[in-house]
Each structure stands twice: as C-alpha cells, then as structure tokens.
T-cell receptor, first 115, second 115 residues
Framework: DQQVKQNSPSLSVQEGRISILNCDYT??????FLWYKKYPAEGPTFLIS?????DKNEDGRFTVFLNKSAKHLSLHIVPSQPGDSAVYFC??????????????FGQGTELSVKP | NAGVTQTPKFQVLKTGQSMTLQCAQD?????MYWYRQDPGMGLRLIYY???????DKGEVPNGYNVSRLNKREFSLRLESAAPSQTSVYFC??????????????FGPGTRLTVL
C-alpha cells in the first residue's frame, strides 16, 4: 500500500521554463511534507518542506503547494536550470510523538532540464 | 564537519554471508535511520533510532538488525544475506524525532549486491 505516490517517473523541461512535480498521498494523518533532491551516487538532500497548516511555502526558485482536500502537493521550480536535473522525492510524516521520524517516501520523479 | 558518513561505499556478498554497514554522524543529532532504495520503490525505512539506546522497526525490518553504538554511530547488520537485499542503503540523521518533524540528513549510500 503506497501511502505517498509520485505517478510520473520522469519529466523533461526546457531550461528557463517551469517544472511541476506532483505527489499524492492517502493518509490523512500526515501533517508535514518534504521534498528531497537526489543526484546520482549521492544521498538525498533536503530541498523544501511544508506544514499541513499552510498551503504554500516558497524558497527562492522553489515553491511547494499543498491541497489538503485533494491530498495533493506539488513542487514548482521557476525558472528551471540544467543543474536542477536530479531525482526528486516527495516525503510525508505524521509528527505525533510515538511515530518518531518515520518519513514515508514516494517513488521519485526524475527531472531532466534541457539547455 | 563531514555530516553523515557511510562505509563501505560498495560491497558484493554471496548468499548466506553476513556483513555490517557502518554509519556515523558528527552533527550531534539524536535520531538516526537506515533506508533502502530500490528502483520504483522510493526509499523505505528499515530501522530507526529515535535516541541513543533505543531502536525501532521501520517498514521493512526483516533480515536486518541494528545497533546504536553511541550517539554518533548506528550500524546495520545483515546476518545471512539474500539476493532480495540487493539495494542501495542510506543512513540518515536528524536533530530529534517525535513531537515535530525535522530535516533528515543523508549519507552518500552503500551499494550492496548479493549474488
């Protein structure tokens, strides 16, 4: 049972355009969401997060939108740059004490930004 | 400040052999985690340690054991390796788990092949 789903395995975008990566979740207890970026042969690195009490969080070129009623979040990258080419993982957590730090990850979307 | 380090980077085992994956962090984090990454599956939590002296099972703990040796080190042991354990293994750490979600920092990974 995949609680966090990224239905697009790959996405190709032209440099300078917007990249939109999508993520759906099924567990209504999730209250914190994160995006991680992963380059080949490296570990994932934290990119941006959003609490369920918000519907938008922005950090430079990266914006995450949360639609709780649809159980959907998206990551927007504007403008996209070749260095953004990586695998992006969506992750979710229920931040109650007895859940610990148990992130649930999606399958990942490989973004390719063409010059 | 090296962050999260993992050894070895690569390992090939025969079915039935045992080995220990080592992980250390120098960020004075309380919580540590072991994940495995498989194609199309994202990252799945194997075990985690919310604090020194405690360990708990994650999503896919079967076939693994862990030891939180001290605050810095968290090892993952495969007692009798199986081909199904061929994967890339990531260690991560975070300031604390529980009452709120915080960012997890990942090591570079160990690529394990079981023949």
């Amino acid at each position: 049972d995949q609680q966090v789903k990224q239905n697009s395995p790959s996405l190709s975008v032209q440099e300078g355009r917007i990249s939109i990566l999508n993520c759906d979740y099924t567990n209504s207890m999730f209250d914190y969401f994160l995006w991680y970026k992963k380059y080949p042969a490296e570990g994932p690195t934290f990119l941006i997060s959003i609490s369920s009490i918000k519907d938008k969080n922005e950090d430079g070129r990266f914006t995450v939108f949360l639609n709780k009623s649809a159980k959907h979040l998206s990551l927007h990258i504007v403008p996209s740059q070749p260095g953004d080419s990586a695998v992006y993982f969506c992750a979710a957590i229920t931040s109650v004490y007895n859940q610990g730090g148990k992130l649930i990850f999606g399958q990942g979307t490989e973004l390719s930004v063409k010059p | 400040n090296a962050g999260v380090t993992q050894t070895p980077k690569f390992q090939v085992l025969k079915t039935g052999q045992s080995m220990t994956l080592q992980c250390a962090q120098d960020m004075n984090h309380n919580s540590m985690y072991w994940y495995r990454q498989d194609p199309g599956m994202g990252l799945r939590l194997i075990y985690y340690s919310a604090s020194e002296g405690t360990t708990d099972k994650g999503e896919v703990p079967n076939g693994y054991n862990v030891s939180r040796l001290n605050k810095r080190e968290f090892s993952l042991r495969l007692e009798s390796a199986a081909p199904s354990q061929t994967s890339v293994y990531f260690c991560a750490s975070s300031v604390l788990a529980g009452e709120f979600a915080d960012t997890q920092y990942f090591g570079p990974g160990t690529r394990l092949t079981v023949l």
